[in-house]
DNA sequence: TCAAAAGTGTTGACATTACACCCATGT
DNA sequence: ACATGGGTGTAATGTCAACACTTTTGA
């Protein structure tokens, strides 16, 4: 009355834990829109040559025997973005029984990966990335930005867990500072407007938004003694969250 | 090159995965303190008597093949505390591999659960409950409500998954009605601004909270004809979740 | 009669909203 | 010359913070 689940080795002979992974929601800001990076995933039959599969999926991968969750989760953003140190959170675990069930997916699974367990439970994490530096295509030509409103055809339950990142993203971004993580070091108001528009959904009022945000001293001028404020050039800021910090408001607005 | 993990059984027969568990965090307020509900955990030597362990866990348990993540939490919570259709929200997963290994841990699982995994990923779940409902010692004598700022020593990670529930819960009750989960269905203005003092550790003026919270469509007085607000007798308020959803302000104060 | 808890109102400071015009530049 | 995008100010409204006294009852 006993199951075997084996751990199995992969192809850089890494042995991996076959019930436990991560996968990550990467999310990049361009052309005023919130976009998300997704791996294409293609299965041919082997004989015909008929696309059996053809769609997308996340980043994401099973965790090795001996990693830390935390340390996966950053090994696939290494490994898919070369990117580190930056912004990654985990936000929700995936662990419906069935949510490798669909039969697409157990094709993959099965032709791939068949020592995957039948159960598999994924740790989502959301990364926030400055897209410009990703350089398009370094070794994974599969891999592409889409916006989050014009998804292709996802893998498993990805369509899920990225909608459930993106709620994740918009509730931490009206409460907290963190789409700066998605633009630039140096940025604009209007650069910082749009993405608050594009990611909320809502439309602000450029006047007020300028005087809301020019009252913060977490957000700094970068001076520019060349330009005489014209038009067409314009400012240049900075996060900084070490201002922040100590500057916090210890305003009690908590909402009952 | 492979290592077996495999699936037991546990007591009551069903098979479980010896690598996935759930800890919930159950956290009730009285006395005007926020309290977390543990269990002793005693370990003896079989032969001397002697005490080997003597501390304190968290409801948890691993994850049953076949059953689906959110329905291990609910089952832990039922057995647990006899509740069902109570708050429990899915907020962190904790997968540290050294999580377990601490010798005294060691000793428990192999002397209890000898086919536990050595990386055991949990799943944390917090759950707000009245604790009024909670029938003290209902068949789980070793079961005890402890100040969170009093925790006796605990066994595990238990004191970080704790310690992440409680900043979950400060972060959501700032921003969220949630803590009426925590009184009673009818409750006075005062419980209500004990719990607020108590559990994000504020002092808030008596008078300015009744304003605030009076203006709120979705706490309702339940009229009580017979009082003519004579003190000793205070009003008494129902949350409504409904009548909140509805009436949500749209404000955009979002905090850049 | 005293201590303890419930109840109430005003003011100043600050934040949010709504709204319209000018300027510099590149085409 | 015109379209584009950057930049600015004011008035009305709403919310928050600070603050003191009265009433009733149970001990």
Same mark, same amino acid.
């Given at each position: ?11 850089? *002979? ?32 082997? &004989? ?55 039969? &697409? ?80 070091? &140096? ?28 009252? *913060? ?18 400012? &240049? ?20």
């Amino acid at each position: 009355m006993q199951r075997k689940c084996k751990i199995y080795i992969i192809k850089n *002979m890494e042995k991996y834990i076959n019930n436990i992974s991560v996968d990550c929601v990467i999310f990049g800001f361009n052309s005023n829109t919130l976009k998300v990076l997704l791996t294409e995933r293609i299965l041919k039959d082997k &004989k015909t040559g008929e696309i059996l599969i053809s769609d997308y999926t996340l980043q994401g991968h099973h965790v090795l025997v001996g990693e830390n969750l935390d340390d996966a989760a950053h090994r696939v953003l290494k490994e898919k973005t070369g990117l580190d140190n930056i912004y990654l959170e985990q936000y929700y675990t995936f662990g419906d029984r069935s949510r490798l069930s669909n039969p &697409k997916d157990q094709l993959w699974i099965r032709t791939n990966f068949p020592e995957t367990s039948n159960h598999v439970v994924s740790v989502g994490y959301l990364s926030l990335v400055n897209s410009a530096l990703i350089k398009p295509d370094r070794g994974h030509k599969f891999t592409k930005w889409f916006p989050v409103d014009e998804l292709p055809s996802l893998g498993f339950d990805h369509y899920q867990i990225i909608q459930k990142a993106l709620d994740a993203l918009r509730y931490k971004l009206w409460r907290e500072p963190i789409g700066f993580e998605l633009l630039p070091e &140096k940025f604009t108001l209007t650069q910082l407007q749009n993405l608050y528009e594009a990611v909320l959904g809502i439309k602000l009022d450029r006047r007020n938004f300028r005087k809301k945000v020019l009252q *913060m001293k977490h957000i700094i001028l970068i001076s520019d003694p060349q330009k005489n404020t014209s038009p067409r050039s314009p400012q &240049k800021y900075i996060f900084s969250r070490e201002v922040y910090e100590k500057t916090k408001k210890s305003r009690l607005d908590f909402n009952i």
